[in-house]
């Protein structure tokens, strides 16, 4: 995946809130703190914006990804022990819905933060 300085700013930000809090704490609370650090970093986001998702031209529903940074980055937070190929999966979708190249999963659940 290709990281650019916003990429690396984000992930700076998510490892202030891991070292901070550890894991064990529910979703909503690191999206909570990660946005204090986005905020605090200069970084611009939108919290769960949601984007259409369209099948062969049909508007079908929608999705939300956590989060949607400088127009061309979603991040998808989770807070669990370990991560699945469906979580992988879903954060890729979210670049799709939103015509992004570039895509961070997050995971605060388990002892090292893990981040794809």
């Known amino acids: ?3 650019d300085e916003l990429t ?3 992930i700076g930000c998510v490892m202030k809130v891991h070292s901070t809090l550890g894991n064990g704490f ?3 609370i690191y999206q909570r703190c990660l946005s ?3 905020t605090k970093a200069g970084v611009s986001f939108i919290r769960e914006q949601e984007q259409a998702v369209f099948y062969e031209g049909i508007d079908v529903g929608t999705r939300r990804a956590d ?3 400088g127009e061309k980055l979603t991040v998808e937070l989770k807070a669990i022990i370990n ?3 469906v979580h992988l999966a879903q954060a890729k979708n979210y670049t ?3 015509d992004y190249s570039l ?3 997050i995971n605060f659940g388990s002892q090292s933060c893990s981040i794809n």
Do not use: C, D, P, S
């Open 1 to 3: 995946m290709e990281r």
């Open 8 to 10: 690396y700013k984000v």
């Open 26 to 28: 529910q979703e909503v």
């Open 36 to 38: 204090i650090e986005l």
């Open 67 to 69: 989060f949607v940074i």
């Open 83 to 85: 991560l699945e190929n």
């Open 96 to 98: 799709v819905a939103y």
């Open 103 to 105: 895509g961070l999963l």
